[in-house]
């Protein structure tokens, strides 16, 4: 009796862990309502509270066993420098937060989101009218990309698959700033830029609305996207769109000649305004466009390094 206990729970936890690295809609909203909550105070560059976002996907990035490579462990430090509002502490410190999977592959993908948002409306670019000492939460952005790239690394570090390719995964510091954290990453690279196959950026994942679908974005930038978008499809709605540069991290990859794609549910009213909260994320949808995220890059495999080309 007690054996048949054991081989039960034997054949259990087998079970569970065969599906257990597939990312769900409660860890994608675990890690949002963890950083976009008010103690959180909108992640503002420079601040107490950016730091502890930087640390929280580091936490994350050590649990799974992702390689450090950052300039100091996980971390690659620079200075951001606020240039839209005229402030007193216009130089902050702050940081990337970058993790390796190591599969012993000659080329490597690049999967980012940045961590930081507006804090409490000292650092422009706020939709709201008095912004000054709002918390500017940053729910859908970006506590969604973030979640989503930390799914994915859990993912992909714990599938007990070595895929074809190496991954980076990048928590990116001062995005509102003016895509900081990423220009500093292909400036700085802590891997040659030659050995990147391409980049998947996510900004504002957590918003997802059917009338519009899923935007995906950089299907101008190699050849080969449409073979690699071909057939693949899923529980949410999407559109792919040519562009590979404007409006976050993936177009500091795409100027460097990088393939990129990029995953958007769009604006909204509570965009860049104190109102951006988790209770407004749909977190299933999300987990669904990861899942179409994990197809096509699982589908590049099939495809040696992806040529670029340039959208003109
Ligand atoms: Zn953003």
Redesign the pocket.
Known sequence: MKLAYLLAAILWSVTVSAQDYTPTAANISHHIEFLASDAMKGRGTGSKQNEKAAKYVAKQFKKYHLTPLGTKGYQQPFTAKVRRVVVKDSLRPTKNIIGFLDNGAAHTIVIGA?FD?LGEGRQGSSKEENPEGKIHN?AD??AS?VAGMLELARYFSSNDVKEPYNFLFIGFGA??LGLLGSRHFVANPTLPLANINFMTNM??IGRYNPTRGVGIGGYGTSPSWPQIFEGVSGGVRFFTDKAGSG??DHGSFYAKQIPVLFFHTGGHDDYHKPTDDSDKIDAKAAEEILKIQIQLIEKSFDIPKLEFSEVK
Do not use: Y
């Open positions: 940045h948002h940053g952005d970006n990309g995005e509102e900004d504002m409006g976050s």
